[in-house]
């Protein structure tokens, strides 16, 4: 992948961990997938419904190893480590986007605590 294209979906994980993204439920399902799945960092599964009726947490991290793969055309993988500047806590990701129409959507993200 092209560094260019890395710093796009660099830019979309930095989009959706943005509160003022977080905590609009208008926001927060333009960014979302029809069909979403979470895997959270604590092994809890959610959906598109679950982010958009209970809200998403405010999270404070910085982003780092990031990179990303093309799955197909219109699927790109990506991978990071966050570090939550809160709680200290560490946690490898990896989110699924998928082009739909001209807009890239996550399909599916997980979070796993690093021991």
């Known amino acids: 992948m092209e560094e260019k294209e890395l710093q796009t979906f660099l830019a979309l994980e930095h989009t959706h961990i943005r509160d ?8 927060l399902s333009d960014i979302l997938s ?10 809890a599964i959610f959906n598109k419904a679950d982010c958009l009726e209970t809200g998403v947490s405010t999270i404070d991290v910085t982003i780092t190893e990031f990179d990303a793969r093309f799955l197909a055309q219109n ?3 990506t991978f990071y480590h966050s570090a939550d500047n809160v709680s200290q806590k560490n946690v490898r990701r990896t989110t699924i986007w998928r082009l739909e129409g001209e807009t ?7 979070g796993s605590i690093v021991l």
């Not at 003022?20 to 926001?27: A, I, Q």
């Not at 890239?104 to 997980?110: I, K, N, S, T």
């Open 104 to 110: 890239w959507r996550m399909l599916y993200h997980q």
């Open 20 to 27: 003022d993204v977080r905590h609009d439920t208008n926001l």
């Open 34 to 43: 029809d069909d979403f799945v979470e895997i959270g960092k604590s092994g």
């Open 75 to 77: 699927l790109v993988q």
